[in-house]
């Protein structure tokens, strides 16, 4: 199963390697690039959408890191608060007094 899960990610790779290369061949018209204060040289059309995909792809990793950061964080918590309260629940129940006993 991870051999076909290997072959499976490798052809995919190598699709998108593909279609990549495709793109910038179909897209080589010098375009310069406008952000609010700044004017980029002109560069190929590829080259700016392809650059804004790999931005996007690195943005969008790193925010789900310091996101899963803090949610193990939280599970970390949350399994330190049970503990201790299954301690205290264990130690309530020694010593609760015998039924019956007077």
Do not use: C, H
């Not at 593909?18 to 609010?36: E, H, I, K, M, R």
């Not at 040289?41 to 792809?57: E, K, N, T």
Request: aromatic share 4%.
């Amino acid at each position: 199963m991870k051999l076909l899960r290997k072959l499976i990610t490798l052809l995919l790779v190598l699709a998108m390697i593909g279609v990549g290369t495709l793109f910038a061949l179909q897209n080589q018209a010098p375009v310069p690039l406008d952000v609010l204060v700044y004017t980029f040289s002109p560069q190929s059309l590829a080259l700016w959408v392809l650059g804004a995909f790999a931005l996007g792809g690195l943005v969008g990793m790193l925010v789900s890191s310091a996101i899963m950061v803090r949610l193990r964080a939280s599970l970390g918590a949350s399994r330190r608060q049970l503990e201790k309260t299954r301690l205290e629940l264990a130690k309530l129940r020694d010593d609760k007094p015998a039924a019956g006993a007077a």
